[in-house]
């Protein structure tokens, strides 16, 4: 019995300390869900000010831009990584630090070149501070990211080596044939070129990450905590074609420096697609070279000179004012009309139509327009307007310029306007416009607006492929265009052209030498041109070249300055396509296609050995590398003159291989 008085003593005591354990526990709950309710409704702004704000903040993680490619595959514009290093002095331990400290000073001074005591020095500062985010250095590429990443300490990673990896992109041009006047750029504010052009495609999503701050003025990322991932940009595909913009790069610049001319522009356009194949803008700098640094081919208007006669004239021949047996007399050359004296360079009497522009006759394109239109100038001013010469191109490039051509309605309009107009004055037009123009003559009178891009690819899928569009379905009758391209043909025949002439290659064109700012004292300053198409039989490419302010006292005029260039760029791409060669010019050997081509060396990896592949072409090697299953990055265009890893290193699949090119 007393044992059961005991046991029922117990019972009670160990449950009135459960009961009060349980009510305890229950205050202290009540408490709590009252905190967290205070805590929700009253100071969160205070708490989030106090502490979350201060020591933490959103940062925005940088989306890689896409790729800007030629339309042959060749890298434009690049974005790498490059990593910035960062060392946390305060992760890395104590027995660490000093057991591996002289063997790191040792390989950082061999990698930097300074000296080992000037690292050990400061890493002792730094060490005694407890500094977490030290800026060892910045802007490494990838090799050099990965030799330092091994170094001692460094190799245990970022939380025992303290070694933090802060990685950046960077826009890097990959090719020296086309620069930076019109690859363009993007910075935000500014966009221009190809850069500006397709940077809504270019660019992508920026993701977004936390950073935790370390000292009043640093703060550190947070890897592992990324609130949203960016999204890279999508790949552009030019229409530009790198062998046809070398070719015209190299032609146009021998000219100008035998000329001493202070700029050019070249533009090659593919007639029945409107694809710009070339674009080469090249301007003298103080030292005497010359680099594409400003897009005169889009930004400039000029006074085109004697190569608007084409479309003067056109427009008459449309109007069935002209044809092929209308003659028209030049006297000597010189002609007054309403008070202004017009004058041709050379000859004189009667010409046909054809002779107008071959021997490219001011006189006779005057003649002929205000024989027709001076009564009724807006007929003829209409022409242009369907030819689209008084509206700025809708293109994807940034910058173009709108056409300026006086009319009636302009005060500086008078009775010798028009003739003006004919021959290539009172007029402004960038030259891609009139570029345009010739390739509607030479695709048979349709005129098609000009092509910049080819495709859009996203993870190897076509996202969009550029087609053809037409600007003007028909310029001109058949007959009319059939004129004309018989026209420009007997100009480089027989006419101001002939220096070009070659009976390998059929071409049509028209030389222009226009004089500007002719208004201002001091010497003339001229700009020579040629605007054509070839084969003239069966067009293939258009071409303008123009040179701009060359010596005069070498020479100025459109058909020994501009023409040649024409005519080596036509010469050197025609021998691209031999269809168009006939079997007699094979036989005679008088083109050797043999050493147009370069043979597609075999690449092959014998025991897991790197083979040397230093001197071979890029396009012919990197797909045989990639398809044996090795991950390839390389940089420029043409031979391979650097490679990493070096011949008879042994190498894995999925191993990266390194190439440098450079034509």
């Known amino acids: 019995m007393q044992k059961q008085n005991e046991y029922d003593n117990k019972r009670k005591k160990t449950l009135r300390w459960g009961y009060l354990f349980a009510v305890v526990a229950l205050c202290v709950f009540v408490m709590f869900l009252a905190r967290i309710v205070i805590l929700q409704n009253t100071n969160v702004q205070e708490i989030k000010d106090d502490y979350i704000n201060k020591n933490y903040r959103e940062a925005t993680l940088k989306a890689a831009r896409g790729n800007l490619f030629a339309s042959d595959g060749s890298i434009l514009a690049t974005t790498v990584m490059r990593y910035d290093i960062y060392l946390d002095f305060k992760t890395m331990k104590d027995t660490i630090y000093s057991n591996n400290i002289g063997a790191l000073t040792d390989s950082l001074s061999k990698m930097f070149g300074k000296s080992r005591g000037e690292f050990r020095q400061k890493f002792d500062e730094q060490k005694k501070k407890k500094n977490q985010y030290y800026t060892l250095v910045k802007g490494l590429d990838f090799d050099q990211y990965d030799r330092i990443r091994n170094f001692p300490i460094f190799k245990r990673g970022k939380n025992k080596g303290g070694f933090i990896v802060d990685r950046n992109y960077k826009r890097e041009l990959a090719t020296s044939e086309i ?96 694809k710009v194949k070339a674009l080469v ?121 709108k056409p300026k051509i006086v009319t009636p309605q302009n005060k500086r309009w008078n009775a010798a306007t028009l003739a003006s107009i004919s021959y290539g004055y009172s007029s402004n037009i960038n030259l891609l416009q009139l570029t345009t123009f010739y390739n509607g003559i030479a695709n048979g009178g349709k005129m098609l607006k000009p092509l910049f891009i080819d495709k859009i690819m996203k993870d190897g899928k076509v996202m969009y492929r550029a087609k053809p569009e037409i600007m003007v379905n028909k310029m001109a009758s058949e007959k009319a265009v059939k004129m004309m391209t018989s026209a420009l043909t007997k100009a480089v025949e027989k006419g101001t052209g002939r220096s070009i002439f070659t009976p390998n290659l059929k071409m049509a064109g028209k030389t222009g030498t226009a004089r500007f700012e002719y208004w201002l004292p001091g010497p003339m300053k001229y700009r020579a041109s040629f605007a054509g198409f070839y084969p003239a039989d069966a067009p293939k490419y258009t071409c303008y070249v123009m040179v701009s302010e060359p010596n005069t006292a070498i020479g100025f005029y459109g058909g020994p300055v501009a023409a040649p260039v024409f005519k080596e760029i036509a010469g050197k791409t025609f021998l691209k396509t031999p269809q168009n060669i006939e079997k007699e010019m094979l036989v005679d050997k008088k083109v050797n296609l043999s050493k147009m081509v370069e043979p597609n060396v075999k690449v092959a990896v014998n025991d897991k050995q790197m083979p040397n592949v230093v001197g071979l072409i890029g396009k012919n090697v990197i797909p045989q590398l990639e398809n044996l299953g090795y991950r390839v990055d390389y940089k420029g265009v043409g031979r391979i003159k650097e490679q990493f890893p070096l011949e008879g290193t042994t190498i894995s699949k999925n191993q990266r291989i390194y190439l440098s090119l450079q034509n």
């Not at 993007?186 to 993701?207: I, M, R, V, W």
């Not at 009667?350 to 006189?363: G, M, R």
């Open 179 to 274: 620069g930076a006047g019109t690859i363009g750029m993007d910075n935000g504010d500014l966009k221009s070129g190809l850069e500006g052009a397709f940077s809504k495609y270019l660019t992508g999503t920026d993701g977004k990450r936390l950073e935790q701050r370390i000292n009043s003025s640093q703060w550190k990322p947070i890897d592992f905590w990324k609130v949203q991932e960016p999204v890279d940009g999508e790949d552009v595909y030019t229409t530009l074609d790198l062998r046809i913009q070398d070719i015209a790069h190299s032609a146009l610049e021998k000219q100008l420096v035998h000329y001493e001319a202070k700029h050019g522009t070249v533009i090659v356009m593919e007639v029945e697609t409107g």
């Open 281 to 401: 803008n090249l301007r003298r700098t103080e030292s005497g070279d010359y680099e594409d640094s400003y897009n005169y081919a889009l930004k400039d208007n000029i006074e085109p000179g004697s190569t608007f006669k084409t479309i003067s004239l056109l427009a008459a021949m449309d109007d069935g004012f002209i044809d092929e047996n209308t003659t028209v007399n030049v006297g000597n050359g010189v002609w007054t009309y309403a008070k202004q004296r017009i004058s041709d360079g050379h000859g004189g009497g009667t010409y046909d139509i054809s002779d107008v522009l071959a021997k490219s006759s001011n006189v006779g394109t005057a003649k002929l327009i205000t024989k027709y239109y001076a009564e009724k100038p807006q007929i003829f001013l209409d022409h242009l307007k369907r030819w689209k010469l008084f509206d700025k191109m809708d293109i994807e490039l940034p910058g173009i310029t």
